[in-house]
């Protein structure tokens, strides 16, 4: 495995900044045609049976300037496929707003090229020591089922109180990554629980920092990618006083949130939590553990940033994904996750003119047939045409 740095002067990091103070039509018809031909009397009149036409993989005006992968279930969570660029409605800040491109994959006819490529983050850096080896021991065992043939590529990912480790390049031979997860050894955490509301940001800080640079990487290779992050999560820190915090302080801190979202959409990663049990991050409580549904109303202003605004369950929210546990079966929690990986549609369109810079935008996508939900990017942050989406 290899050490991932992030580019050069990544502005994301400036964010941390501000913690250093305390804490329907006809072609829609779908008509049944048995394969078995009945022959029709000599006799009789010419029968004219009617056929619907052949349903388009894709449909392309020109590809806009946001591209968005959106997966659409039925009231079981099952994967829907076979729905038509009208069966779709997209809605920018309540307003509908034109679909000028629409790719439908699956897992027979259209498969996504490249393949969709799952990410395993293990968070050794949140993780009481003692569990270290039980969730190792639980990612293996997804590894090796189906004999070591994994269905998607893979890649591993391994954070630690210094930093990442990174498997080099992506791989469907599970038993090969098994075996690197085997040789990850535990260690007493330097940053703990000790340390205070120190070692709490200090943990924030890695943490965030460490998934805007894995965003910013990924962002430069193409295909939709599924991040699994193993473990609690970092702690949710909340700001004391906002009278703490200079104007120019939390604009950075603004900056930043505006800078991950738009990196982990342009990533295409959708972010999903499988988490053990009895370690939830900043303690067990069950409070604590939904207290992130506190900061899923999205951040429009400097003023309204917080550091729970960038916890991990929140961004699993926002990006589409799903959080699975916490509970002791990881290993079943990964392959809810990644149970129907090619099963998605890719649309696109363009924003409309943004009145300044970092100007949120709520998104939705509705589906023409009851009982269907569609899950994407809830928002994205807007940006002037002069500056890249």
């Known amino acids: 495995m290899q050490r991932l740095n992030g580019p050069a002067g990544f502005c994301f990091a400036c964010i941390f900044v501000a913690f250093c ?7 829609q018809q779908r008509v049944a045609s048995p394969e078995t031909t009945v022959q029709a009397p000599a006799s009789a009149d010419p029968v004219l049976t009617n056929r619907p036409p052949p349903k388009p993989k894709s449909l392309v005006i020109r590809e806009g300037r946001v591209q968005l992968d959106v997966v659409v279930a039925d009231a079981a969570g099952r994967p829907v496929t076979g729905l038509q660029p009208w069966d779709l409605k997209l809605l ?22 490249p393949p969709v490529e799952v990410i395993l983050v ?16 639980q990612v293996e065992q997804f590894l090796h089922e189906n004999s070591g043939h994994l269905k998607q590529p893979v890649s591993l990912i391994v954070l630690s ?7 080099p390049r992506p791989s469907v031979d599970g038993n090969a990554i098994a075996k690197v997860v085997h040789d990850i ?88 939590s499988a988490a053990p049990a009895n370690v939830g991050a900043g303690g067990a409580d069950s409070t604590y553990a939904l207290l992130f549904k506190d900061f899923l109303k999205p951040v ?41 990986p090619n099963a998605f549609y890719r649309i696109s369109f363009d924003p409309p003119p943004a009145e300044h810079a970092g100007e949120y935008h709520d998104l939705k996508v509705q589906v023409a047939q009851p009982g269907l939900t569609a899950h994407t990017s809830t928002g994205y942050y807007n940006q002037p045409h002069a500056q890249k989406q």
């Open 21 to 27: 103070a305390p804490i329907a039509v006809f072609a």
């Open 92 to 113: 920018d800040n309540a307003q509908p707003r034109k679909i000028l491109s629409f790719h439908a994959f699956n897992d027979s006819t259209s498969k996504p090229d």
């Open 122 to 137: 293990i968070d050794t850096a949140n993780l009481p020591f003692q569990q270290v080896a039980f969730v190792r021991h």
């Open 161 to 167: 109180d210094a930093g990442l480790r990174v498997q």
């Open 185 to 272: 050894n535990g260690s007493i955490r330097t940053v703990d629980a000790a340390m205070g509301g120190e070692g709490l940001l200090e943990r924030f800080q890695l943490s965030v920092r460490q998934m805007a640079n894995i965003a910013e990487n990924e962002a430069r290779k193409p295909g939709r990618k599924l991040l699994i992050w193993v473990g609690p999560g970092w702690p949710m820190l909340t700001r004391t006083d906002p009278s703490y915090y200079s104007e120019k302080n939390e604009r950075r801190y603004f900056d930043g949130i505006v800078e991950l979202s738009t990196k982990l959409r342009e990533a295409r990663m959708v972010i999903y």
């Open 300 to 340: 429009k202003s400097a003023h309204e940033a917080q550091a729970g605004d960038l916890a991990l369950k929140v961004l699993v929210t926002q990006s589409g994904g799903q959080i699975t546990g916490p509970d002791n079966d990881l290993a079943g929690q990964i392959d809810r996750c990644v149970a129907d």
